[in-house]
């Protein structure tokens, strides 16, 4: 019998009072520190929504109107720092939002 594992997720959503064009300005700067310490390659879809990839993550961002929502897809090797993974996103959008 085969069993099949979900990919490890991690979705976060935070919350702010800035204004769109400022979240997406912000958050252009964080892409901009990650892309460079982790090779991560995000681009914009949409000026509400971007996507992003590394060896080992797949996600995206989404900017409704007062929060940003981030979905990580995992790959198995990460599964174990998982939690790391997701408290340092939660640091990173504390520090780029506030």
Known sequence: MLVFQAVPTVKIE?????????????????????AEKYGID????????????????????TCPPGKVLVQLDLSF??????????????EELATALA
């Open 77 to 90: 090797a990460l599964s174990p720092v998982k939690g790391k993974i997701e408290q340092r996103i939660r």
């Open 14 to 34: 935070h919350a702010h009072a800035l204004e769109p064009d400022e979240v997406r300005r912000r958050l252009e700067g964080l892409r901009d520190r990650l």
């Open 42 to 61: 995000a681009h914009w879809k949409d000026p509400t929504h971007a996507t992003f990839k590394r060896i080992g993550v797949s996600g995206s961002i």
